[in-house]
């Protein structure tokens, strides 16, 4: 993998959208903001393995979402197998 370029000033911030407004989360809550900068800070392919909560119940009403990146529903017991199984196949 190539060098992390690291996000000293908020201009740096890339202005990609890769979490959509118009999710049904309440209104206050921070996980909109850290998923939105997490996205935004982390390089390369990104892939979401969300297991059920309230994110997941919010961000997903059919027929729309709020991931503008490929996301994956998952159980609980199963989120690390399964974000390690797509670690490895990005790796190949």
Do not use: D
Request: hydrophobic fraction near 45%.
């Amino acid at each position: 993998m190539g060098e992390v370029k690291q996000i000293k000033t908020l201009k740096e911030i890339p202005r990609e959208e890769l979490f959509a407004p118009g999710h049904r989360l309440c209104a206050g809550c921070g996980i909109p903001q850290l998923v939105r900068l997490a996205l935004k800070a982390v390089p390369g392919p990104k892939v979401v393995v969300n297991a059920t909560g309230c994110l997941e119940v919010a961000t997903t009403i059919f027929p729309y979402t709020s991931w503008g990146v490929p996301w994956v529903h998952i159980a609980f017991e199963n989120a690390a197998a399964v974000a390690s199984g797509i670690e490895s196949a990005l790796k190949v």
